[in-house]
């Protein structure tokens, strides 16, 4: 671990040049010229300085799915893709539904020591929907939770969900809901329409995200409790959290960078490889994804990574598992979708995928501006150098990516944690 | 043609060419020496990882009468509950190399996965995946309809057919659909609005949810099987109400054209989609539907596998 580091010539995310100075975890000094004086330089001239990348969503698979990631090998992925920060998701084996299970991933973090790892708590025991997890106990440990979320699963059943975010209340925490009514998604394989009706595969309407989303947002607003809307897909649900929003009640809500850029079409290969839950939509949803996120109706990026071993992809769809990888190539894919079109600038990129998210999980000392004082969690990006994603190089255990072949935008030259940098790419 | 997984991979010149070689195979059928050596030494693999019993025995005569050698391979279930993955299963035909593997599978794009996948080299046949298409069904289907409707022409223009039931979950209508329009038809889908696809506006037909008001303009009538497992999925109130308004009938019958057929892809259920004197009168083309598949099957394979050998060439 070296004490001083020297990121030299970088563009910071408000669009100034200049030179950043990281000693003893925080960041020293900024001025147009600093002289290295022994500390280590990363030349990044080409590249923009981003604060250290907060995912709000990630399946990092330990405990109980350790063939398909561990928190050591998610984190390698975490940094890989600039990410200072995780969310693990609580549907492990066993679920992390306790005090126990969320300290035991709190602490593989910690020793794993490449970036930090927030545990999810599980609204509801086992993911059941039936009874509420100890939340408490979560909240009061080591770990601290302050976002549940039994993601995987809806919380269907409303008095679970009216309880569960008047119950978090106690600490201003957050309950993530998995939008997804379940009577009208049974046996659901991909987006329900034109493209669905053509494959013979079972469809996923829209209006089953919709139709939670409107009951979650009159239920926050009802007992003033805070709503976190994971994975929004639809164009019909951004109307929805728009209206919210214009309302005052307090939700926000993420996407992911699979939905920003892929569409239901690719459901005609019958390659489990795009099979996600909630599934790729329509171009429109793509497109309403995309304003909503740049306007802000849409808080945050995040990546919903969920790894799964090959055997689960190497079959027909129907038997396959949904997910896909996402920690490695979030930053690019937003960089295509969002900077190169025009639709967003660096600092709300920043906003989108660091500051926003680190709120939302009240996630202190992450997520913070790049400034004197601040602590030195910083992602080092060259945005214009294109790379092929290539699933036989990721740090991922898994392979489950839907970018494979993909040529993209935007390599990760650094990533500094806590003054240290956890990774340096090809670049340097 | 390589494979043969769905009729949206086909022109319409493709089509046809199946069609007018499976005529030139019947021929020969109907003659003295039913057996042809044009497959010798080819193996050919039936993969049925789904009950079908009809459909088995109908490639397997295709095959027989073309001499190649048919291995049947029947993974019941699917592959999670059987153990053994489509993979695993693929890399065993290969193995054993397999000339064209004909599957049969429950998971809508098997056969498109098998065909894709770098797990084995021979021709795939979709002898039916999911909920997906039912490609060589649609081939003796129209087949069977220009034999009896077309006077003669090379295609279906100018004929109204009707595909009635349960389009949603219908593998043979989506193929009879692509196929029956690429050959010039005006398909009609008489369906309860539950059993239609999302999307069907955009398909190239037109939809109805009156059977009475489109019976007496048809040319033919293809019924669709209905699983009563429908029912308790809520698809429509019960049997009976079924019947009343989207099962075939003597009255129905009674209205159709004087030259108008009947079709079923079978097996049927007699007394819920069709009453059982509706199946068994003149103008049900039932079997010879079954008779007509052997021959569109002979042509699948034969054009597969044979490339441009002259068929009826000797050894």
Same mark, same amino acid.
């Given at each position: 671990?070296?004490?001083?580091?020297?990121?030299?010539?970088?563009?910071?995310?408000?669009?100034?040049?200049?030179?950043?100075?990281?000693?003893?975890?925080?960041?020293?000094?900024?001025?147009?010229?600093?002289?290295?004086?022994?500390?280590?330089?990363?030349?990044?001239?080409?590249?923009?300085?981003?604060?250290?990348?907060?995912?709000?969503?990630?399946?990092?698979?330990?405990?109980?799915?350790?063939?398909?990631?561990?928190?050591?090998?998610?984190?390698?992925?975490?940094?890989?893709?600039?990410?200072?920060?995780?969310?693990?998701?609580?549907?492990?084996?066993?679920?992390?539904?306790?005090?126990?299970?969320?300290?035991?991933?709190?602490?593989?973090?910690?020793?794993?020591?490449?970036?930090?790892?927030?545990?999810?708590?599980?609204?509801?025991?086992?993911?059941?929907?039936?009874?509420?997890?100890?939340?408490?106990?979560?909240?009061?440990?080591?770990?601290?939770?302050?976002?549940?979320?039994?993601?995987?699963?809806?919380?269907?059943?409303?008095?679970?969900?009216?309880?569960?975010?008047?119950?978090?209340?106690?600490?201003?925490?957050?309950?993530?809901?998995?939008?997804?009514?379940?009577?009208?998604?049974?046996?659901?394989?991909?987006?329900?329409?034109?493209?669905?009706?053509?494959?013979?595969?079972?469809?996923?309407?829209?209006?089953?995200?919709?139709?939670?989303?409107?009951?979650?947002?009159?239920?926050?607003?009802?007992?003033?409790?805070?709503?976190?809307?994971?994975?929004?897909?639809?164009?019909?649900?951004?109307?929805?959290?728009?209206?919210?929003?214009?309302?005052?009640?307090?939700?926000?809500?993420?996407?992911?960078?699979?939905?920003?850029?892929?569409?239901?079409?690719?459901?005609?290969?019958?390659?489990?490889?795009?099979?996600?839950?909630?599934?790729?939509?329509?171009?429109?949803?793509?497109?309403?994804?995309?304003?909503?996120?740049?306007?802000?109706?849409?808080?945050?990026?995040?990546?919903?990574?969920?790894?799964?071993?090959?055997?689960?992809?190497?079959?027909?769809?129907?038997?396959?598992?949904?997910?896909?990888?996402?920690?490695?190539?979030?930053?690019?894919?937003?960089?295509?979708?969002?900077?190169?079109?025009?639709?967003?600038?660096?600092?709300?990129?920043?906003?989108?995928?660091?500051?926003?998210?680190?709120?939302?999980?009240?996630?202190?000392?992450?997520?913070?501006?790049?400034?004197?004082?601040?602590?030195?969690?910083?992602?080092?990006?060259?945005?214009?150098?294109?790379?092929?994603?290539?699933?036989?190089?990721?740090?991922?255990?898994?392979?489950?990516?839907?970018?494979?072949?993909?040529?993209?935008?935007?390599?990760?030259?650094?990533?500094?944690?806590?003054?240290?940098?956890?990774?340096?790419?090809?670049?340097? | 043609?390589?494979?043969?997984?769905?009729?949206?991979?086909?022109?319409?010149?493709?089509?046809?060419?199946?069609?007018?070689?499976?005529?030139?195979?019947?021929?020969?059928?109907?003659?003295?020496?039913?057996?042809?050596?044009?497959?010798?030494?080819?193996?050919?693999?039936?993969?049925?990882?789904?009950?079908?019993?009809?459909?088995?025995?109908?490639?397997?005569?295709?095959?027989?009468?073309?001499?190649?050698?048919?291995?049947?391979?029947?993974?019941?279930?699917?592959?999670?509950?059987?153990?053994?993955?489509?993979?695993?299963?693929?890399?065993?035909?290969?193995?054993?190399?397999?000339?064209?593997?004909?599957?049969?599978?429950?998971?809508?794009?098997?056969?498109?996965?098998?065909?894709?996948?770098?797990?084995?080299?021979?021709?795939?046949?979709?002898?039916?995946?999911?909920?997906?298409?039912?490609?060589?069904?649609?081939?003796?289907?129209?087949?069977?309809?220009?034999?009896?409707?077309?006077?003669?022409?090379?295609?279906?223009?100018?004929?109204?057919?009707? $595909?009635?039931?349960? +389009?949603?979950?219908?593998?043979?209508? *989506?193929?009879?659909? @692509?196929? /029956?329009?690429?050959? !010039?038809? &005006?398909?009609?889908?008489?369906?309860?609005?539950?059993?239609?696809?999302?999307?069907?506006?955009?398909?190239?037909?037109?939809?109805?949810?009156?059977?009475?008001?489109?019976?007496?303009?048809?040319?033919?009538?293809?019924?669709?099987?209905?699983?009563?497992?429908?029912?308790?999925?809520?698809?429509?109130?019960?049997?009976?109400?079924?019947?009343?308004?989207?099962?075939?009938?003597?009255?129905?019958?009674?209205?159709?054209?004087?030259?108008?057929?009947?079709?079923?892809?079978?097996?049927?259920?007699?007394?819920?989609?069709?009453?059982?004197?509706?199946?068994?009168?003149?103008?049900?083309? $039932?079997?010879?539907? +079954?008779?007509?598949?052997?021959?569109? *099957?002979?042509?699948? @394979?034969? /054009?597969?596998?044979? !490339?441009? &050998?002259?068929?009826?060439?000797?050894?």
């Amino acid at each position: 671990m070296s004490s001083t580091i020297l990121i030299s010539g970088g563009t910071l995310p408000d669009g100034k040049k200049s030179d950043l100075l990281i000693k003893d975890g925080k960041i020293s000094e900024i001025a147009t010229k600093i002289e290295p004086q022994g500390a280590q330089v990363i030349a990044a001239s080409n590249s923009i300085l981003l604060p250290g990348l907060v995912d709000l969503h990630t399946h990092l698979r330990e405990p109980g799915k350790e063939d398909a990631e561990t928190v050591e090998s998610g984190s390698r992925a975490g940094v890989k893709g600039g990410f200072t920060a995780l969310s693990a998701m609580a549907n492990t084996s066993p679920v992390a539904d306790t005090a126990g299970v969320v300290e035991q991933v709190y602490r593989l973090g910690q020793s794993t020591g490449l970036l930090d790892v927030f545990p999810i708590g599980a609204v509801t025991r086992g993911l059941e929907g039936e009874h509420l997890a100890e939340i408490g106990a979560m909240a009061d440990s080591v770990a601290r939770v302050r976002v549940f979320s039994d993601d995987g699963h809806c919380v269907f059943d409303p008095l679970v969900m009216r309880r569960a975010l008047e119950y978090v209340k106690k600490f201003n925490g957050v309950i993530a809901q998995h939008a997804q009514e379940p009577r009208l998604t049974q046996g659901s394989q991909m987006n329900e329409g034109i493209v669905s009706s053509q494959l013979g595969l079972k469809g996923w309407p829209a209006i089953a995200e919709e139709a939670i989303i409107a009951r979650d947002v009159l239920l926050a607003d009802h007992v003033q409790a805070r709503l976190h809307i994971c994975h929004l897909t639809t164009a019909g649900g951004v109307e929805i959290i728009r209206w919210a929003k214009a309302r005052g009640i307090k939700v926000t809500a993420e996407v992911t960078p699979h939905h920003l850029l892929l569409t239901d079409e690719l459901a005609r290969s019958y390659d489990p490889i795009f099979k996600v839950n909630p599934p790729l939509r329509t171009e429109a949803d793509v497109m309403a994804l995309r304003e909503a996120l740049a306007d802000g109706t849409i808080d945050i990026v995040a990546t919903d990574h969920a790894p799964h071993p090959a055997e689960t992809k190497e079959c027909e769809w129907q038997e396959a598992s949904f997910g896909m990888l996402g920690l490695e190539t979030a930053l690019s894919i937003v960089n295509k979708t969002m900077v190169e079109t025009g639709l967003m600038n660096w600092a709300t990129v920043a906003d989108r995928m660091s500051y926003a998210p680190a709120r939302i999980g009240l996630y202190e000392n992450q997520g913070q501006e790049l400034k004197v004082g601040a602590p030195a969690h910083i992602a080092v990006m060259n945005p214009t150098s294109l790379f092929t994603v290539d699933r036989d190089l990721v740090a991922s255990r898994s392979r489950n990516t839907p970018f494979h072949g993909m040529e993209l935008p935007g390599q990760i030259v650094a990533t500094i944690f806590n003054g240290a940098v956890v990774y340096e790419g090809s670049q340097l | 043609m390589r494979h043969l997984l769905s009729i949206s991979d086909l022109s319409k010149a493709e089509a046809l060419q199946i069609l007018n070689t499976a005529e030139e195979l019947a021929r020969v059928s109907d003659g003295p020496m039913k057996k042809l050596p044009t497959l010798r030494g080819r193996t050919i693999v039936n993969l049925f990882a789904e009950d079908s019993t009809r459909t088995r025995i109908s490639f397997e005569a295709a095959a027989k009468r073309l001499s190649a050698d048919v291995i049947n391979f029947s993974a019941k279930g699917s592959s999670v509950s059987k153990g053994e993955s489509l993979k695993d299963t693929a890399q065993t035909l290969q193995a054993m190399g397999a000339d064209a593997v004909i599957i049969r599978h429950s998971a809508s794009g098997a056969a498109q996965r098998l065909a894709d996948s770098q797990w084995m080299t021979g021709s795939v046949v979709n002898a039916g995946d999911g909920t997906h298409e039912h490609p060589s069904q649609a081939l003796l289907d129209a087949f069977t309809i220009r034999r009896h409707l077309a006077h003669g022409g090379d295609d279906l223009t100018g004929l109204h057919i009707a $595909i009635v039931g349960d +389009v949603l979950h219908s593998r043979v209508a *989506r193929s009879n659909v @692509l196929l /029956l329009t690429k050959l !010039g038809a &005006q398909v009609t889908l008489v369906a309860p609005p539950t059993l239609l696809p999302v999307g069907v506006e955009s398909w190239p037909v037109k939809v109805s949810y009156d059977f009475d008001s489109i019976i007496e303009s048809v040319d033919a009538v293809m019924m669709l099987r209905i699983q009563l497992e429908r029912m308790t999925e809520l698809f429509f109130p019960n049997a009976r109400e079924y019947s009343r308004y989207f099962g075939l009938n003597k009255d129905r019958l009674k209205k159709m054209k004087p030259t108008a057929i009947v079709m079923h892809p079978g097996p049927m259920n007699r007394g819920l989609e069709i009453t059982a004197d509706s199946a068994d009168s003149a103008r049900s083309v $039932i079997l010879e539907q +079954v008779t007509n598949g052997v021959s569109v *099957r002979m042509a699948i @394979l034969y /054009l597969l596998l044979a !490339g441009s &050998q002259e068929i009826g060439a000797s050894e």
